[in-house]
């Protein structure tokens, strides 16, 4: 009999998932609970496995994109195939292997069930961040529509392409000033064509959608970080002999930020409409770079955290997230961002909102610099601060005491609270 093996159902609004791996080769025997699969969507990746034993039979390949719940394969259990992956390996079928993850993953999902653990998680309330239809997305991007200008008749309020193309008809005046579309480029000897991953095609979408919608400024800083090196130069073997984790700078930005996030909250704050949405809680995004594109797990109330805590968190979220096994929960929400472009030896940058947040921080390269110290030059490990921020609900005034609080924090880090001395 043969059990078909459907593209999961992982989100309420996505509609389309790319194959991002077989672990299974086609024509393998399989036995039931063996991961088989990989499927990214544009927030997560979520493995499938086998809930039948039998053969395998690919009917799409890794790379291709499929629509929800169509039939990607099927095993049949009456077959007989190979007993390894060695044989009849379908081109783009991907290895025999396992992939490889965490030390402790989540459980994979049954292909029967589709994603529903992921499928829980609830589509942002702000309209910024409400996700778009392929087709919809389709006719946004070719006609230059701002997606926030236009009203949905959908389901809980989404955009139908028929609200994009009356928008069109009724209303052009309202469209984003963008340049002509440029012609395709045409392949010559040495290029290479690869289609776009859907995560980077998420990025995008957000990136394009926070330079279009939101009035975006920055105010700079810069931080003496001396006071907490040496208090973590100080404390860092105990810590981590006492909590298992290392004492990283993150922590100490992440406490510092959230101080400053409750003295000034609309930097906390989000705009819906024509409305502000004040959040009496602090969750924080941390930006981790992995071989897939920028992702930002969230930190949920992060403000109520010890500095063992925070630091097992993002250990925990940075883990998934180079893995490959962050769920729509872990991206989902997210009151305000921190971005570490120091990593990477970034001196100096201007963040980029992630919607519908209204703030984010960037941290820097640390490099020891000349400074006036009571009247007196020295040499200081120095690290520029940048916040970008949204001026529609945010003011010069509050922005740049913001960043002066995270500043004086810092520099005077028992202020911060230190729970672990």
Do not use: C
Not at 54 to 73: C, D, N, P, W, Y
Not at 369 to 383: L, N, Q, S, T, W
């Amino acid at each position: 009999m043969k059990h078909d093996i459907l593209a999961p159902l992982v989100g309420e609004s996505i509609t389309e998932v790319s194959i991002l791996k077989w672990s299974k080769a086609n024509g393998e025997n399989v036995k039931s609970g063996d991961l088989i699969l990989e499927i990214e969507s544009d927030k997560a990746t979520v493995e499938i496995v086998a809930e039948q034993s039998g053969v395998l039979f690919i009917l799409k390949q890794a790379g291709e994109r499929v629509t929800v719940k169509s039939v990607i394969g099927y095993i049949d259990d009456a077959a007989v195939g190979s007993a390894t992956a060695a044989s009849a390996t379908v081109p783009g079928s991907g290895p025999a292997s396992a992939s490889k993850g965490p030390s402790a993953p989540p459980p994979p999902v049954p292909f029967a069930q589709g994603a529903q653990t992921a499928s829980t998680a609830k589509p942002a309330v702000a309209s910024p961040d409400l996700p778009l239809s392929p087709a919809v997305r389709k006719a946004v991007v070719e006609h230059n529509v701002n997606p926030s200008q236009v009203a949905g008749t959908g389901k809980d309020g989404r955009i139908t392409k028929g609200d994009v193309m009356a928008f069109i008809a009724g209303d052009s005046a309202a469209k984003i000033p963008t340049q002509s579309v440029l012609p395709q480029l045409k392949d010559q000897p040495g290029d290479r064509r690869v289609p776009m991953p859907m995560i980077r095609q998420r990025i995008a979408e957000r990136l394009v959608f926070a330079q279009h919608t939101a009035a975006i400024l920055t105010t700079f800083n810069e931080v003496d970080m001396k006071p907490v090196m040496d208090l973590r130069a100080k404390h860092k073997d105990a810590f981590e002999k006492k909590y298992g984790v290392k004492l990283s700078f993150m922590s100490f930005f992440t406490r510092a930020s959230t101080i400053a996030l409750k003295l000034i909250p609309g930097v906390n704050a989000s705009v819906d409409g024509k409305d502000f949405v004040y959040h009496d809680y602090q969750d924080v995004g941390v930006a981790v770079g992995t071989d897939r594109g920028l992702v930002v797990p969230v930190i949920r109330g992060a403000g109520s955290m010890t500095f063992a805590e925070i630091e097992k968190a993002i250990g925990e979220v940075a883990l998934k997230a180079r893995n490959g096994k962050l769920s729509i929960q872990d991206m989902s929400g997210g009151t305000f961002t921190i971005s570490n472009g120091g990593t990477y030896g970034s001196l100096l940058s201007t963040p980029i909102l992630n919607p519908p947040q209204s703030g984010i921080l960037g941290m820097h390269k640390i490099m020891d610099r000349p400074v006036v110290i009571d009247g007196k030059i020295e040499a200081r490990p120095m690290m520029y601060l940048a916040l970008s921020y949204d001026h529609r609900i945010i003011d010069g005034k509050e922005a740049v005491t913001f960043l002066v609080t995270v500043k004086d924090l810092l520099e005077h880090p028992e202020k911060l609270g230190l729970d672990f001395l």
